[in-house]
């Protein structure tokens, strides 16, 4: 497997946002690490983005700055298009959800580790026995 990596929108909100910055997080955005995701992270982030601003926790110009540096953290963008059907049998088979799959879709294409912010993500990869295949970042972690 290679050492660079699939970032989904949780790990790189935590990063970006002033909230937390996981120390292992943050080693990702340090590093020569290759970063990759799919474009649906950029949908994905603008509802992060926006749910922040409407629950008060960030400004509505703290969230577009972070929108707007978000290509900035990502070296590959994959389409969709091209993941689509092995992400609806990674939906059906194992449970994820489908935006979960997309990630793990391009991350088992590419040989890469998904870094995910998501409990639930890195939770629902061990019970099917992908745990190598996912590395949950966060505060406690």
Do not use: C, W
Request: no cysteine; glycine share 2%; hydrophobic share 50%.
């Amino acid at each position: 497997m290679s050492d660079d990596v699939v970032l989904d929108a949780s790990v790189v909100a935590n990063v970006i946002f002033p909230k937390a910055h996981p120390a292992k997080a943050l080693f990702f955005f340090q590093s020569d690490v290759l970063r990759s995701a799919p474009d649906l992270i950029f949908a994905e982030f603008v509802s992060v983005a926006t749910r922040l601003v409407r629950r008060g926790l960030v400004s509505k110009v703290t969230a577009r700055d972070a929108v707007v540096r978000l290509p900035l953290l990502i070296d590959e963008i994959a389409p969709v298009v091209g993941l689509a059907n092995s992400a609806y049998d990674l939906t059906t088979r194992y449970g994820f959800s489908a935006y979960d799959s997309v990630y793990l879709a391009l991350a088992l294409r590419r040989d890469r580790l998904l870094v995910t912010a998501d409990a639930k993500l890195a939770r629902r990869a061990i019970e099917v026995g992908m745990a190598d295949r996912v590395r949950l970042v966060s505060p406690e972690s």
